[in-house]
């Protein structure tokens, strides 16, 4: 089983920054795909940011597309999410997601969810 732990959110004004870390226990995590999603208040969950096995492709959706950047440390067991310029509308809750296919999907058919962290975005 894998587990996946994150940090990183907190409050910050508008155009400010944030980087989020997600860390995996186990071994499977560099044959992994990863990817970020978040859940806004009565919205349904949404695709951010991801990241295939070996860190050569990353996909982003439009509303975050040249504004966020995934990474993976494959050594560290650990997932990032860089955020800058960051708008009002970014604010909800950010979850990490690992997944055993090959390649990267923006559904929410992820193996295993962390516990999501939230990010307030303030006007």
């Known amino acids: 089983q894998v587990q996946l732990v994150e940090s990183g959110g907190g409050l910050v004004q508008a155009g400010g920054s944030l980087r989020l870390s997600c860390a995996a226990s186990?071994?499977?995590?560099?044959?992994?795909?990863m990817a970020w999603f978040r859940q806004a208040p009565e919205k349904e969950r949404e695709f951010v940011a991801g990241?295939?096995?070996?860190?050569?492709?990353?996909y982003y959706a439009d509303s975050v597309k040249g504004r966020f950047t995934i990474s993976r440390d494959n050594a560290k067991n650990t997932v990032y999410l860089q955020m800058n310029s960051l708008k009002p509308e970014d604010t909800a809750v950010y979850y990490c997601?690992?997944?055993?296919?090959?390649?990267?999907?923006?559904?929410?058919?992820?193996?295993?969810w962390g516990q999501g962290t939230q990010v307030t975005v303030s006007s």
């Open positions: 997601a690992l997944n055993f296919k090959v390649v990267v999907t923006t559904k929410p058919e992820y193996d295993y």
């Open positions: 186990g071994r499977t995590f560099g044959s992994s795909t």
């Open positions: 990241i295939s096995r070996s860190g050569g492709s990353t």
